[in-house]
């Protein structure tokens, strides 16, 4: 299986949001969450689950849960919000992991997943040094 992300732009351990996402020619970027993406995102991850969207999927955590959250655009349609992820820290920021990644089903399969999935392993080791 291969992915049009190109592995050796994710070696570097930093990785600035905004950002563009290797291997699409600056089609799509990285972003820090917005209140105005609640509702796209509870769409993006009910469908996911194969479930009908609720106000209860794009819920962000509650304020005491320590957490990074982007969405994914792109910017050949204005910056519309295809696929998101966020990252969790609990035990003193030791700890992270991955709530969520989701991605726009007509987008599935060019390796946007994976560009949110090495995301979420960067900031897990920067941020929270997990």
């Not at 993406?37 to 996911?48: E, F, M, P, S, W």
């Amino acid at each position: 299986w291969t992915t049009r992300c190109p592995a050796r732009s994710w070696r570097q351990e930093r990785m600035p949001v905004p950002a563009r996402v290797p291997g699409h020619d600056g089609r799509y970027r990285f972003r820090e969450y917005e209140p105005r993406d609640r509702k796209v995102l509870g769409i993006l991850r009910a469908v996911a689950h194969d479930e009908p969207p609720s106000e209860a999927w794009g819920k962000p955590p509650a304020e005491e849960v320590v957490h990074r959250t982007v969405v994914l655009c792109d910017e050949q349609e204005r910056g519309r919000v295809v696929g998101a992820a966020r990252v969790i820290a609990q035990d003193g920021n030791r700890v992270a992991h991955l709530q969520f990644v989701c991605v726009e089903d007509g987008r599935r399969g060019l390796g946007l997943g994976t560009a949110l999935v090495r995301w979420s392993e960067v900031i897990g080791r920067g941020r929270f040094g997990a």
